[in-house]
């Protein structure tokens, strides 16, 4: 479903200096995902994890290489096609919840689904936010949440609009370690009967664990 050949990204932290001082943060990565498969993605901190989901996910443009999404080349994306892509095909999960404070949780949840032209029932909605232990904060405004349940809530807004692909940066790192395992679990049993595939960014080998492979990113090449 995802394959990634020889994906280059590198970025200049001192504005626009010479080529021969960017930092280069991936060099010449390649995967490949089956459809249906979860797969761990783990290595030192700045070694290019988040960079390369942001880059399959079309949020940053690549300087090279190719990443394929069910066929769609992602990095010959233009902005409108990317938009696109995010709505309907990925699925982000990142440790900033992202939640429209003006809109209640269950409006949260049910908005990014309509914007991909799919519109869960209440009921499905409510069978959801129950899984992943929010129903009760359903009718909350995101400031009311705390940070666990803005995660969750966070989480269902990615899985009610069921993305081909789930991208995840450390979905779990704000919580504590039981309510991560539960989280996780029910992301998995979620992401299967989705039929979606799963790339999860872990600094937890126990959590790693869990998923059908693990990957090791370091200084930008899968090790």
Known sequence: MLKIRDLRKSFDAAGDGPAEARLQVLDGVALDLAEGETLALRGESGSGKSTLLHVIGALEPADSGSVQ?????????????????RRTTVGLVFQQFNLIPSLSVADNIAFHARLAGRSPSPEALAGLAERLGIAAQLGKFPEALSGGQQQRAALARTLAARPRLIL?????GNLDEATGDAVLTVMLELTAEIGAGLLMVTHSSRLAARLDRELVLSKGRIA
């Open 168 to 172: 995840a940066d450390e979905p779990t």
């Open 69 to 85: 999404l069910d066929g769609i080349e992602v990095t010959a994306l233009n902005e409108p096609q990317a938009a696109r892509f």
